[in-house]
Each structure stands twice: as structure tokens, then as C-alpha cells.
């Protein structure tokens, strides 16, 4: 996989915090258009989609119009790890 850019896949939360849905990402390289596989967390429909690739990376769920953004789950993963981190693990 040394063809890839930038990987990711995260778990999405719904409006109650529950984990409904989830968010892949892959970026070859020499490509500015991003692979993306998600399940909406709101309305549980996905779909295989191509995005192009910017910061901030948002993609909106074609059935339902909700908007899934990377940059709020890369925060959201930091404040999980530095709980994890201030409970020793
Ligand atoms: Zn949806």
C-alpha cells in the first residue's frame, strides 16, 4: 500500500452519541480525489463515493444530507487518546 496517501477510517456518532455509522478515506497518491466508503450514522444508508480531496474533508450523506467531517473526528480521537492517556492506558 505505499501507493496511498492518506488512509483513514473512523467510527461516525449519531445525534445522541451513539455509534451508528462509519467513515473510510483513501487517498492514492498523485490523486487529489478521495476514495470514500460511508455508512451514515443518522439515516444507517451508504454508499461508495469519490470526493475531492481538501481540508477540511467533508463529505454529506447523499440520502439524507448530513454532513460527516474528518476534522471533527481527528479532534474528537485526540480527546479520546488523551483520556485514555490521563487514565494511565
Ligand atoms: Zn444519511
Redesign the pocket.
Known amino acids: 500500500m505505499s501507493n496511498v496517501r492518506y488512509l483513514t477510517s473512523r467510527e461516525l456518532q449519531n445525534d445522541q452519541g451513539k455509534v451508528t455509522g462509519m467513515i473510510k478515506v483513501l487517498v492514492p497518491k498523485d490523486s487529489n480525489d478521495a476514495k470514500v466508503k460511508y455508512v451514515?450514522p443518522?439515516?444507517?444508508?451508504g454508499e461508495d463515493t469519490t470526493a475531492e480531496w481538501k481540508k477540511p474533508f467533508a463529505v454529506e450523506?447523499k440520502?439524507?444530507?448530513?454532513k460527516m467531517k474528518l476534522s471533527k473526528l481527528l479532534a474528537q480521537f485526540k480527546k479520546d487518546k488523551k483520556a485514555a492517556l490521563a487514565k494511565g492506558g
Do not use: D, S, T, V
Open positions: 451514515c443518522m439515516c444507517l444508508k450523506c440520502f439524507c444530507g448530513h
